[in-house]
């Protein structure tokens, strides 16, 4: 009979039946990829040295309607942890159930919203009975997996960087906080428990960011009794809609983990390890539907020349882990003003890294040798040998990703209008009417990101004006007299500020003729915040659509105004079997760049072993589906915004003068003999320039056509 795992940790590590354990993580979301990925992102994980998978728990997809669970498919959490298990990898569950982790209303489901006098992450008792239903409910589903019951789960996580929002909620989110500890303690789940960037009494407080090593002397200081654990090292960033691709060096990831480890660091989880795809409409706000992160596995589970390059250095921390764990923290000599020497020293090894922290190269004495040290960079000298050099990526690592075109691969083209509100034969039962707009949220409970706002619009003489939404979110489309007119421009804030801020008004200029216009504004969600910084109020109050008015010049629209929610498309499900009942037109000039057309492209299963992609370039923005499950958003506007100060030193932006994201994944188990990609294009676009790709990672190649350097 197998004996339970018992695991606790002490100041210096994590331990396993009583062993120091060096934690080698990667995130890896079950949602963002298919079942039938999963062996395979496994097993790499696994050849590339790490002996931990982490995930979050994502208790928006699990529970989108109240008190209907679902753990099936991507959703099928028990046999993602059973599969790490199986390829010899333990599991960090954070459970949150806030998660962040730029997907919709970071993690909780939208029907929260609903429930009355409630408010998110703070003492409000309405919050902490869903919330702990929830946690309750799931931690028993996945007892069976506890490290103290035999399975793999070695740590759990609740509640996710706090301190992020501490300072709005004072006492009252402490006391929140305290109670989300006591609420994890009495779940008797026989692990330690985590929390990141801001901890109660009873977890361990870890660590988030770029670099680490900077924050181990604090940490020890606040926790002489905790080791140093770094729960969240980005190897890359996130990409918005609008913004550029973020890239992070594979050389500056691993002088980050070596010098954490090197400062006295004994756990490291890569946040991400595989992005995946944010599939469905499961992205936050303005999260492109690519996840990719620009992590050490790319978007489609392949390697990259990053996760090469730090399975070079995985190999020399576990080849002398031993050592590491054995020792205290050793106190840095300096060889500089900045560089340092760590040196972890037994009778019969010994292991130093030697550390430049500076942005320049630095030369150094290793007893009578002198060592060139480059720029930002860590040498791990074990026994007198450099056996690793962060700034020195081996050539045969070099990996380009390349996207081939599939020749001739879709076969038929067409198409369907979508009725503007006017033209709709269920408006009349449908549309809400009001005398002023209402939220939309309030009316699609975020099951739809559409919703129509009708109204008319008079001018006495022939004239050019301005339009203005005052409160209004996220991308409005204007049509005037049933004829399309204008668009929000981008880039729109991620973080938008307050809602009576000027990122909640958008302005349009327009030439009209006098008399009466029928006015009709489809506004479009783009996914939910994932925190209160975003709008800088709590989460709950979130809002899309118009609740504000609708100026033409200094003059408020007064008239009633008709709301109806959701497309005709979606109720009628053409994306899926129920196509089949209406008449699609053959692909013809007139559908050409025109807004609301649903397109409807088949295709054989490619020859390959794939991955394999849509190439949507010439199309503009709308949603995708492969046969009826939804690939996600998808979004052509120029990469235009600027990168975060914060960043730039660290990440560097990509393709300014092209589209955010091009290419969108076609899952292989999602495809069939013959297949059907359907396209709801709210703006117009030519589908002849949409092309099928297979994805291939090069060694050592020079950029093809299509292509797109992985680092």
């Known amino acids: 009979m197998e004996i339970p795992a018992a695991v606790s940790y002490d100041s210096r590590a994590i331990l396993i039946n009583g062993e120091r354990t060096l934690i080698v993580s990667g995130a890896i979301h079950y949602p963002r990829s298919t ?44 046999y993602f942890c059973e599969l790490a298990e199986r390829y010899g990898l333990h599991v960090i569950l954070r459970i949150g159930p806030y998660i962040c982790a730029e997907t919709n209303y ?75 500890s006591e609420l994890g303690q009495s779940l008797n789940m026989g692990i330690p428990l985590v929390m990141c960037v801001g901890a109660a009494e009873g977890a361990i407080e870890t660590m988030n960011g770029f670099y680490a090593h900077p924050m181990v002397e604090q940490h020890a200081l606040n926790h002489p009794d905790q080791p140093a654990i770094w729960t969240e090292d980005w190897p890359g960033w996130y990409d918005t809609f609008g913004y550029p691709h973020h890239i992070r060096t594979p050389q500056d990831v691993a002088y980050g983990v070596a010098r954490f480890i090197a400062a006295g660091g004994t756990g490291v989880n890569y946040y991400m390890w595989h992005g995946g795809t944010n599939f469905g409409r499961e992205a936050m706000y303005l999260q492109t ?73 630095a030369s150094c004495l290793l007893g009578d040798e002198k060592i060139e040290l480059p720029a930002h960079s860590v040498l791990l000298v074990g026994d007198g040998v450099i056996l690793y050099n962060t700034a020195e990526v081996d050539a045969a690592h070099t990996l ?41 949220l309030s009316l699609t409970h975020d099951r739809t990101d559409y919703c129509w706002y009708s109204t008319t619009l008079s001018t006495t003489e022939e004239a050019e004006g301005t339009l203005s939404l005052i409160g209004f979110a996220d991308v409005a489309h204007i049509f005037v007299d049933s004829q399309f007119v204008a668009t929000s421009p981008t880039p729109l804030l991620e973080d938008r500020g307050s809602f009576e801020g000027p ?110 992609v849509v190439d949507l370039n010439g199309m503009q923005k709308g949603l995708a589906w492969l046969n009826g499950r939804c690939i996600g958003r998808y979004w052509l506007t120029p990469a235009s915004g600027e990168t975060e100060q914060w960043q730039k030193n660290i990440i560097f932006a990509q393709n300014t003068d092209v589209p955010t994201q091009r290419y969108y994944h076609l899952p292989q188990e999602w495809l069939q003999e013959e297949n059907i990609l359907t396209l709801f294009e709210e703006l117009g676009g030519d589908p002849d320039t949409i092309a099928l790709c297979q994805v291939e990672a090069i060694s050592g190649a020079q950029p093809q056509p299509y292509q797109d350097d992985q680092e």
């Open 35 to 78: 079942p039938a990925m999963w062996p395979e992102l496994m097993r790499q994980s696994k050849e590339a040295g790490l002996n931990t998978i982490e995930t979050y728990v994502f208790w928006n997809l699990h529970e989108q309607e109240q008190g209907k669970f679902d753990f099936s498919d991507r959703l099928n959490l028990f």
């Open 106 to 180: 970071g993690g909780l489901p939208s029907w929260l919203r609903e429930v009355p006098s409630i408010a998110f992450r703070t003492y409000n008792q309405p919050f902490m009975r869903e919330m702990e239903r929830w946690v309750r409910f799931l931690v028993d589903y996945i007892r069976p997996l506890l490290a103290s019951h035999g399975g793999p789960i070695i740590l759990a996580q609740l509640e996710n960087e706090y301190e992020n929002i501490a300072s709005r909620y004072g006492a009252e989110g402490q006391r929140y906080l305290r109670w989300v």
């Open 289 to 361: 539907t690519s996840y990719d992160f620009n992590a050490p596995l790319n978007e489609f589970g392949q390697p990259t020349t990053k996760s090469r390059h730090l399975a070079d250095l995985h190999q020399v921390l576990h080849s002398y882990a031993r050592l590491l764990l054995e020792q205290e923290r050793p106190q840095p000599q300096p060889l500089g003003e900045q560089q340092w020497a760590y040196t972890y020293a037994s009778e019969t090894q010994a292991l130093t890294f030697l550390c430049n922290d500076a942005p320049l190269p």
């Open 400 to 440: 380009q990703l390349a996207y081939q075109p599939l020749e001739r691969a879709i076969t038929r083209t067409t198409w369907y209008v979508e009725p503007l509100p006017t033209q709709r034969p269920d408006a009349r039962q449908r549309a809400i009417t009001a005398p002023q707009p209402v939220e939309q």
């Open 503 to 612: 990122a909640f008004t958008q302005s349009f200029n327009l030439s009209l003729a006098a008399g009466q216009h029928e006015l009709s504004i489809l506004s479009c969600a783009v996914g939910l915040i994932k925190g209160d910084w975003m709008i800088d109020a709590n989460m709950v109050e979130e809002r899309k659509g118009l609740w504000g008015h609708a100026r033409w010049n200094s003059e408020v629209l007064e008239g009633e105004w008709s709301i109806l929610p959701g497309l005709l498309g979606e109720q009628g499900a053409l994306f899926g079997a129920a196509s089949a009942l209406v008449t699609w037109q053959k692909k013809s000039s007139e559908a050409l760049n025109q807004p609301l057309r649903w397109w409807q492209l088949s295709f054989s299963r490619p020859q390959g072993e794939g991955p394999f």
